[in-house]
Nanobody, 126 residues
Framework: QVRLVESGGGLVQAGGSLRLSCTASGRAFSNYGMGWFRQAPGKEREFVAAIDWNGSSRAYVDSVKGRFTISRDNAKNTGSLQMNSLKREDTGVYYC???????????????????WGQGTQVTVSS
C-alpha cells in the first residue's frame, strides 16, 4: 500500500500556472503507475493525465494537451503536474492516484487505480 499526499493547489488567475505535487510514502513509488484526476462541483471525477511507472509513457485528456505536463521522480517518491495557461474550466479538486504495477501502460479510468490522495483544490478565476 502507498499513501499519497497532494500539495500545490490554490487560487490563480486565468492564464497563470500552478505546479501540483504528489508525495508518496509506504511502498516504493516505482511500483506504481500514476495518474492525476480532477473533480468539479456537481461533476464526476475525470481523468487528466497519467504516467507509467518509470516515466516512459504519458497520456493526457485532450483538453489539457500542450498546457499540462505530468512527471515523476521515483528516487524522491514524488510526482507532479505542471499546469500552464490555466482556464476557468480547469477549476476543481485535483487527485493523485497510483496503480499497482510496473507496465508501460497509461490508464484513464478511476477504477484502474487502487490508491488515492485526499485532493488539492485548484481555483482559476477570470
Amino acid at each position: 500500500q502507498v499513501r499519497l499526499v497532494e500539495s500545490g493547489g490554490g487560487l490563480v488567475q486565468a492564464g497563470g500556472s500552478l505546479r501540483l505535487s504528489c508525495t508518496a510514502s509506504g511502498r516504493a513509488f516505482s511500483n506504481y503507475g500514476m495518474g492525476w484526476f480532477r473533480q468539479a462541483p456537481g461533476k464526476e471525477r475525470e481523468f487528466v493525465a497519467a504516467i507509467d511507472w518509470n516515466g516512459s509513457s504519458r497520456a493526457y485528456v485532450d483538453s489539457v494537451k500542450g498546457r499540462f505536463t505530468i512527471s515523476r521522480d521515483n528516487a524522491k517518491n514524488t510526482g507532479s503536474l505542471q499546469m500552464n495557461s490555466l482556464k476557468r474550466e480547469d477549476t476543481g479538486v485535483y487527485y493523485c492516484a497510483a496503480r499497482t504495477g510496473r507496465d508501460d501502460g497509461t490508464y484513464g479510468r478511476v477504477r484502474d487505480y487502487d490508491n488515492w490522495g485526499q485532493g488539492t483544490q485548484v481555483t482559476v478565476s477570470s
